[in-house]
């Protein structure tokens, strides 16, 4: 039996508290492996840093995200579940088509899903487990999760600059060969100025977040899971970075913070539980639609190959696509369904 504390009027498990911690530990051993390894002068190839992401990403993490369409979408109707499938596909759409048409801009806003995922996703898990009280208004609230899901792309844009560049042509390679040189000059000045700008973003939250506390606890926990995220993007090669954090951090404590949804709701009616084949169903019949949508981009984009090498292809390819089927997991699921969506918090 767990045992249940009240923290800051919120009840948390000994399973959701050794989630939370397992998620700071792993990221702290990550990037003092490698801090050790540079140390060492021993450094990891692009191979390896790849494997590392693919593995994460789509063993580890795109599971993940099939169960939170799951219980999401569990006993809704078919109404609103056609609705939300409807949204969700006009949105993968409309995604699909700016990759072809404009692929810098399909970059941009993939990057910026990455940002959203991570740092409202983020600070859901905040509400839920730890407290934010010292995040007082929507605007402050806003900036929280700039700063915690910058992190996952800002510093690495500043910290990784040669293979942030280097992969962020081939994503773009996949659909119009060529296109990232237009901007590629303008890199290393957009690097400083976005990394200027995320600076004084954290400045003003850690800050802003102090004044208005109500509990030293709760600012502490998020100012010190800020720096951790921080030094684990600066330290970590970008590429392995990300492809560890999803699994490692946000599905983790995602769970967590699912885990403490349900046990604060009533038990459910048991005939309102599905019955196993239809779960089987769902997740056989959004497993099947995910991969054939990655086969149909795949045959369409002029070049998927565009990292030379399957591996380094593989993270250019999944990172468009995990990224064309993110936006709307965000925007439908996170955002527009205040119900009980993906990062519900009761
Ligand atoms: C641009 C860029 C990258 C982008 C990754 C993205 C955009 C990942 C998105 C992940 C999402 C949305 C996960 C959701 O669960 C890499 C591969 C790190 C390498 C460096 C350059």
Not at 101 to 112: F, Q, R
């Amino acid at each position: 039996m767990a045992t249940v504390e009240t923290h800051l009027g919120r009840l948390r498990s000994d399973r959701e508290r050794w989630l939370l911690s397992a998620s700071r530990v792993a990221l702290v051993a990550v990037a003092g492996w490698f801090l050790l390894a540079r140390r060492a002068s021993v450094s990891i190839d692009m191979r390896t840093q790849a494997g590392i992401y693919l593995f994460g990403m789509v063993a580890l993490n795109l599971p993940y995200g099939g169960y939170e369409h799951m219980s999401n979408l569990k006993n809704r109707g078919v109404p609103f579940g056609a609705r939300y499938i409807g949204a969700y596909l006009a949105m993968v759409a409309g995604f699909v088509a700016l990759f072809f048409t404009a692929p810098v801009a399909g970059l941009t806003v993939a990057i910026a899903v990455a940002v959203a995922k991570g740092g409202h996703g983020g600070l859901r898990v905040l509400d839920t487990l730890v407290g934010t009280d010292h995040l007082r208004t929507t605007p402050q609230r806003a900036l929280a999760a700039f700063v915690r899901g910058g992190t996952v792309m800002i510093v690495p844009i500043y910290a990784w600059p040669g293979d942030f560049a280097a992969f962020s042509t081939f994503m773009i390679d996949i659909f119009q060969p060529g296109a990232f040189e237009a901007v590629a000059p303008y890199y290393g000045d957009f690097r400083v100025a976005l990394g200027a700008v995320f600076a004084a973003a954290v400045a003003v939250h850690v800050g802003l977040g102090f004044q208005r506390r109500k509990d030293l606890t709760t600012w502490a926990v998020d100012a010190g899971e800020t720096a951790l995220l921080i030094a684990y993007f600066a330290i970590v090669p970008v590429v392995a970075a990300v492809g560890l954090y999803f699994p490692l951090w946000y599905s983790m404590r995602q769970s967590a913070r699912a885990e403490a949804v349900r046990s604060a709701l009533p038990d459910p009616d048991p005939e309102s539980i599905p019955s196993p084949h239809r779960v089987i169903v769902a997740f056989i019949l959004g497993t099947a639609a995910t991969f054939s949508l990655a086969a149909l981009i795949a045959t369409l984009a002029p070049n998927p190959m565009s990292g030379g090498t399957l591996l380094v292809s593989g993270v250019a390819f999944f990172s468009v696509f995990i990224s064309i089927i993110a936006l709307p997991h965000v925007v439908v699921g996170g955002w527009l369904d205040t119900d009980r969506g993906i990062w519900y918090t009761p």
